[in-house]
């Protein structure tokens, strides 16, 4: 995302997902399972996003199929929705 402050207006610009969350996706496939390949892709994907926002030592706290977005043609997603999110305290690192 991008982010601005012009006094007295803030402004964020973010990507726009138009492929639906996670649950909508999953849902959408039943009775059939997400394949092993594409299941991989989307593990990897939220791996690596919790990677960043740790090494940056923010914690998600919501973590959930609603805030994994999916892009335009399905094959990547993102995670979302930042408002339960916290500043990791050093006790915390440490445990």
Same mark, same amino acid.
């Given at each position: 995302?991008?982010? %601005? =402050? +012009? !006094? ?6 973010? #990507? ?5 969350? +996670?649950? @909508?996706?999953?849902?959408? $496939?039943?009775?059939?399972? &997400? #394949?092993?390949?594409? %299941?991989?892709?989307? %593990? ?6 919790? !990677? =960043?926002? /740790?090494?940056?030592?923010?914690? /998600?706290?919501?973590? @959930?199929? !609603?805030? $994994? &977005?999916? *892009? %335009?043609?399905?094959? *990547?997603? @993102?995670?979302?929705? $930042?408002?339960?999110?916290? !500043? #990791? ?7």
């Amino acid at each position: 995302f991008i982010g %601005a =402050c +012009l !006094e007295p207006v803030m402004v964020v610009v973010t #990507e726009l997902l138009v492929g639906g969350s +996670l649950r @909508k996706y999953l849902v959408s $496939l039943r009775p059939r399972n &997400l #394949e092993p390949r594409v %299941a991989v892709g989307f %593990a990897l994907d939220i791996a690596r996003a919790m !990677e =960043c926002l /740790h090494a940056h030592g923010i914690i /998600h706290r919501d973590l @959930k199929p !609603e805030n $994994l &977005l999916l *892009t %335009a043609d399905q094959r *990547t997603v @993102k995670l979302v929705d $930042l408002g339960l999110a916290r !500043e #990791e305290t050093l006790t915390e690192m440490m445990t």
